[in-house]
């Protein structure tokens, strides 16, 4: 009986010193917020830039389907990107964030519907009315960005880049 007390006990106290039991039991180090804060703003650097050329794409006095092709097929670049980085994103930011994360990821996938039937028209009233729908829903994947950014402390935006600016 003895043998087995101490047996037990000799168990339970490598288990409790053994590093790797202690680090299975508590789960992994959370990531601290100012590394998820800059790797969340190298994520978005690419959309922000591809935006920004939308934007002054869109601006040009001549601008039309044909002539603002390349940008946003580079924005729909860009979003594919980050589109497939936000989830690792929000796997690694603490739980109080995930839900704003999610908004972003819905919005990323909002957005890039929206610009590939801005892409696939094929005449100026179908290109059009892609536009007006993609205005319409562009804010808010601007104001999920811009919750993202606050969540992890960075500072916001005083004007998100889109192409309503």
Avoid: H
């Avoid at 043998?3 to 789960?27: D, F, I, Y």
């Avoid at 934007?55 to 979003?79: E, H, I, N, Q, V």
């Avoid at 290109?127 to 729908?133: D, E, K, L, S």
Wanted: proline share 7%.
């Amino acid at each position: 009986m003895l043998r087995l007390g101490l047996a037990v006990a000799v168990t339970l106290l490598t288990m409790a010193c053994n590093p790797m039991q202690k680090a299975a039991s508590t789960g992994p180090t959370p990531t601290p917020l100012a590394t998820l804060a800059t790797r969340y703003a190298q994520l978005m650097e690419p959309s922000n830039a591809a935006s920004t050329a939308l934007a002054k794409a869109l601006a040009a006095p001549d601008a039309s389907m044909t002539s603002t092709r390349a940008a946003f097929t580079s924005y729909r670049s860009a979003l594919t990107t980050l589109g497939a980085s936000i989830p690792q994103l929000q796997a690694d930011v603490p739980a109080s964030v995930r839900e704003d994360v999610q908004r972003l990821r819905d919005g990323v996938t909002t957005e890039l519907g929206d610009v590939d039937a801005i892409l696939s028209a094929t005449t100026d009233a179908a290109w059009q009315a892609a536009i007006t729908r993609w205005y319409s829903e562009v804010e808010s994947f601007a104001g999920a960005a811009q919750l993202v950014r606050a969540d992890l402390g960075r500072p916001t935006m005083t004007s998100a880049p889109t192409p309503s600016s």
